[in-house]
């Protein structure tokens, strides 16, 4: 499935080799329902199943006989029930041995990341343990006494959970440790990592769990008003993610405490965010948790600038791309715009009306990021197979092509516009169709598991890039780039 040794290499080699700059991740959350990204049991807390075993064999935690015997088959499709059997396996062998052999400057570094994450990890911990010994059912249906934390019940638990809760520390201070290595790694290479921060938070998840006053939620734990999207270009019924909204009067009141340590944490982790619904910030759809779609909802203000300025004045610059997409008012825009925040451009997009179009290269401003795609959308020759007649034709004119690799036309349109940063998803350099698509909004199933093979990585035309860059001014300053045109 993937995770943060030698496979990571390889790919921060491949970015290297090809001059680029930046690396887009979605977010490193763990997963719940679905597996999706977007639906964790925790904003603040890292995916388990990120940690390499590999690394850890290398730290002497684990043995190659044991690497060996849980290797799975390499494929296109990650089979994620067969991963975690054995990743977990694997993790618990490793906690094991190290607590084991534990000396005192691994000790000491242990205290000081559970003293540094105090305000997330220990409701996490605990969260996480009484959750899986439940079988992940919604915190609101565990005994009243831990659903409603009552501190005895709660110090009792923590007190029979021990060793489970000592593994889980365990787990985040490994996925810590080995997130930031490979961060270091990129950084020497010149490649800013940008991370993903979704808006809202999943209700069954710690956060709701330790935090119930900042959302909204009934005195049970059930979910009053959830948040989603009004019938958009995705969904004509509109989409509804069933998170429960903020209690944004309460989150004020409070300093903003939770959201200003999301995003030190995101900050700690990434050199730039990806602000997942932007507009939300602003205004955000609400509907009734007992509503059966998106449809029937109220807009209702968000905290606007006042939260921006909060977590400015205490975190210093902010180094945000805005997901700036969908239903966009001027309001959002200005908020926006006050923060300079970068937002975003999307090639799918741009040819199904006039010259117009704001997502057309030459209606863009330098501050904002240019995508083919966004990991919402189809492949970028999945796209154009299923475009209209009207536009195709617009984007070969546009492109001034014959519409045979569309790929490598929007990812050149977006390499020669004048947005500052552009991103483009994996697949799309690969030339991959709909069956390589991330995720399709609306649907549950059959999402987030695409991958690539070693092979399909070095398949990669890495000269058509490295040139791209080069025409486009965006190569890195320090290479020493040779084309025909020097």
Not at 88 to 106: I, Q, V
Not at 300 to 322: S, W
Not at 384 to 407: F, I, T
Request: net charge negative; hydrophobic share 35%.
């Amino acid at each position: 499935m993937g995770d943060f040794g030698p496979a990571a290499d390889q790919f921060l080699q491949f970015l290297k080799d090809t001059n680029q700059t930046i690396w887009q991740v979605l977010p490193l959350t763990p997963v719940g329902y679905g597996n999706s990204p977007y639906t964790s049991y925790s904003a603040f807390a890292g995916n388990l199943y990120l940690i390499s075993p590999e690394i850890l064999r290398q730290k002497g935690l684990l043995s190659r006989e044991e690497l060996n015997e849980s290797e799975l088959e390499i494929s296109t499709k990650t089979d994620f029930t067969a991963a975690y059997q054995v990743r977990t396996k694997l993790l618990r062998t490793a906690s094991e041995r190290f607590y084991a052999d534990l000396d005192r400057g691994h000790e000491q570094k242990m205290e000081k990341f559970i003293l540094e994450n105090k305000s997330w990890l220990p409701d996490y911990t605990l969260f996480n343990v009484i959750s899986l010994e439940n079988d992940r059912k919604p915190w609101n249906k565990w005994h009243e006494k831990l659903a409603k934390r009552d501190k005895p019940a709660l110090k009792r638990k923590k007190q029979e959970l021990a060793p489970e809760i000592g593994f889980q520390n365990w787990i985040q201070f490994e996925f810590h440790n080995q997130w930031l290595e490979l961060k270091r790694k990129a950084n020497e290479f010149g490649i800013r990592v940008v991370g993903d921060i979704p808006i809202f938070v999943d209700h069954n998840s710690a956060d709701v769990w330790a935090n119930p006053g900042y959302f909204s939620v009934d005195e049970k734990g059930n979910r009053e008003l959830v948040a989603g999207v009004p019938p958009d270009y995705f969904s004509e019924t509109g989409q509804l993610w069933g998170n429960p909204v903020y209690r944004w009067e309460k989150l004020k009141k409070d300093g903003y405490r939770w959201w200003v340590e999301r995003f030190r944490q995101m900050f700690h982790l990434f050199d730039a965010i990806r602000v997942d619904h932007f507009r939300g910030f602003e205004s955000y759809w609400a509907v009734s948790a007992k509503e059966k779609n998106a449809i029937k909802g109220d807009w209702l203000k968000g905290p606007g600038a006042d939260l921006f300025h909060t977590i400015q004045k205490q975190l210093g610059e902010l180094p945000i791309i805005a997901e700036d997409l969908g239903f966009v008012t001027p309001e959002v825009e200005e908020l926006r715009d006050r923060f300079r925040f970068p937002g975003m451009k999307i090639l799918h997009f741009a040819f199904d009306s006039g010259t117009d179009n704001i997502f057309l290269p030459h209606n863009y401003l330098p501050n904002s990021v240019v995508y083919s795609g966004t990991h919402d959308n189809d492949t970028t020759r999945g796209w154009y197979q299923l475009a209209s007649e009207y536009e195709k034709d617009l984007m070969r004119k546009y492109a001034r092509s014959d519409g045979s690799e569309p790929h490598w036309d929007q990812i050149r349109l977006g390499m020669l516009s004048v947005s500052d940063q552009a991103v483009f998803p994996l697949q799309d350099y690969m030339g991959l169709g709909s069956e390589c698509r991330m995720n399709t909004p609306g649907t549950v199933g059959n999402n987030w598991g695409w991958r690539y093979t070693p092979e399909m990585l070095d398949n990669i035309d890495r000269d058509r890039i490295r040139e791209l860059i080069f025409l486009g001014n965006r190569f890195r300053k320090t290479t020493n780039y040779k084309t025909n045109y020097q």
